[in-house]
């Protein structure tokens, strides 16, 4: 069955980088795109972008252009997502997704000095 | 951006009995392929989401089909035929239809 393995919480200071991992198993990895989506806390879901493994080309939501940075390691099956320049309002849960059908179990960001 | 507004904020349904849960878009959803793509999620206290309808009316795999979707270009409905406890969780409505991807505020399922 398919499964999406997220890396563990995060405590990060403001102004730092966070690097996110999303291991996939259960189907053929190049087969389906890989989508980040966040969910602030109590609020509802913003999709920030999505890779194609196969390729590894990107699409953004714009509003996230500037903050995300997608990558795939095809060899580990595995999906990252870096966050830049970390603020308080980055501070959410993070979802890996294959196609939006099947998700991780999501990784806590916290920003804090 | 496509904006997806739901609507009731929350319910409160008695086991057993129906509930329906309302979604507009502010665009119509409906491809020129002829596929509407509007997604349905439940969002169960503690966990990651999980798609029960996906292009409007396909019921996932796995999800019982109590569940059932339907709507037009830009008005959709989730209903959910004889509720039962394991249903309470927060649904959400998203439309993958163009970037960006979006999704209702959410409406929260309880039981009486």
């Known amino acids: 069955q398919v499964n999406l393995l997220q890396s563990g919480a995060a405590l990060v200071k403001p102004g730092a980088s966070v690097k996110l991992s999303c291991k996939a198993s259960g189907y053929t990895f190049t087969d389906y795109y890989i989508h980040w989506v966040k969910q602030s806390h109590g609020k509802s879901l913003e999709w920030i972008g999505y890779?194609?493994?196969?390729?590894?080309?990107?699409n953004y939501n714009e509003k996230f252009k500037s903050k995300a940075t997608l990558t795939v390691d095809k060899s580990t099956n595995t999906a990252y997502m870096e966050l830049s320049r970390l603020t308080s309002e980055d501070s959410a849960t993070y979802y890996c997704t294959e196609g939006i059908v099947y998700w991780g179990q999501g990784v806590m960001v916290t920003v804090s000095s | 951006d496509i904006v997806m507004t739901q609507a009731p904020l929350s319910v409160s349904v008695t086991p057993g009995e129906s509930a329906s849960i309302s979604c507009r878009s502010s665009k119509s959803l409906l491809h020129s392929n002829g596929i509407t793509y509007v997604y349905w999620y439940l969002q169960k206290p503690g966990k990651s989401p999980q798609l029960l309808i996906y292009?409007?009316?396909n019921l996932a795999s796995g999800v019982p089909d109590r569940f059932s979707g339907s709507g037009s270009e830009t008005d959709f409905t989730l209903k959910i035929s004889r509720v039962e406890a394991e249903d309470v969780g927060i649904y959400y409505c998203g439309q993958l239809l163009e970037n960006p991807f979006t999704f209702g505020s959410g409406t929260k399922l309880e039981i009486k």
């Open positions: 292009r409007m009316s």
């Open positions: 890779i194609n493994p196969n390729s590894g080309y990107t």
